[in-house]
């Protein structure tokens, strides 16, 4: 959802992707990239299998390195070779389809310790963090539990709360309900959503169409490493001009 700090003024985008490539060895993945999210856009990707949705996200993050091409982020260019990738990661959270908690932690203690060590705040502090965060995503009663004691939509939800308690500018989200049973998709989305509407500035790899329908200001079709067609959800879901788009959509039916 668009906030009142919105993509439509002049203000700097939040993410700014230019020209972007990435190849590994002679495979080109993305193949020239531009995308403009403003603050507080949902933006969703979608894309069929292979298309380099994933790989995108990681260049944003940079947990791949672009082989041409700029990522801004917040107006820093974060692929400058002299940025400090630790700082630029801090500011940008990620959530991805494995929830990757640590299973001998507590929910509460997997939400301080990455608060600790990168951010070093306090044990109370965190715990503060921690606990607001795990509110945010209705699951304060979890606090103590430990991730196996948990359904796999729940523990989404702890990844998500843990990604928020380091204070992100921007999330980042690869396909977060995948692994989930269907009847678990739906609070992970309900959390999500709610986010949008608080104004978080969202990147969302979904193949969700009812949630990117409702919730994305814009959906970003990409096919074969390039952007096919970016728009509102109504004109590219619902009405989309490239035949490889309806292609794709019509597969998902
Ligand atoms: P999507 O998320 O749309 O399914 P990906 O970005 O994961 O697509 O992958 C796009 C292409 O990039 C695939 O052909 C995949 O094999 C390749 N690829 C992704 N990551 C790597 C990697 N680390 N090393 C080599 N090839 C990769
Ligand atoms: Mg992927």
């Known amino acids: 959802m668009t ?15 230019r020209d972007l490539h990435k190849s590994f060895g002679d495979n080109d993945v993305l193949r020239g990239i531009d995308l403009e999210i403003g603050q507080g856009e949902v933006v969703c990707v979608i894309g069929p299998s292979g298309s380099g949705k994933s790989t995108l996200l990681r260049c944003v993050n940079l947990l791949e390195e672009p082989t041409q091409g700029q990522v801004f982020v917040g107006g820093t260019e974060v692929t400058h070779p002299d940025v400090d990738i630790d700082a630029v990661r801090r500011r940008i959270g990620m ?3 494995q929830f990757n908690l640590f299973p001998h932690l507590s929910v509460t203690e ?17 715990a503060e963090v921690a606990a607001e965060n795990l509110e945010r995503v209705g699951l304060s009663e979890k606090a103590d539990a430990y991730p196996s004691s948990l359904s796999g939509g729940q523990q989404q939800r702890v ?28 609070d992970v989305l309900a959390v999500m959503r709610r ?5 978080m500035t969202m990147m969302v790899v979904t193949h969700e169409m009812s949630f990117a329908r ?22 590219v879901i619902g009405n989309p001009s490239h035949e490889r788009t309806r292609h794709f959509l019509s597969r998902l039916l």
């Open 3 to 17: 906030n009142t700090s919105s993509s439509s003024g002049t203000s700097t985008p939040e993410i700014h992707v």
């Open 95 to 97: 959530v991805f389809q």
């Open 110 to 126: 997997n939400l301080t310790l990455p608060q600790r060590r990168v951010l070093k705040r306090g044990k109370e502090e965190a």
């Open 159 to 186: 990844a998500i709360a843990r990604a928020l308690a380091m204070g992100p500018e921007v999330m980042l989200f690869d396909e977060p309900t995948s692994a989930l049973d269907p009847e678990l998709v739906g």
């Open 195 to 199: 986010l949008a509407h608080e104004g």
């Open 214 to 235: 409702e919730v994305a200001d814009r959906v970003v079709f990409m096919d074969g490493g390039v952007i096919v067609e970016d728009g509102a959800p109504a004109q």
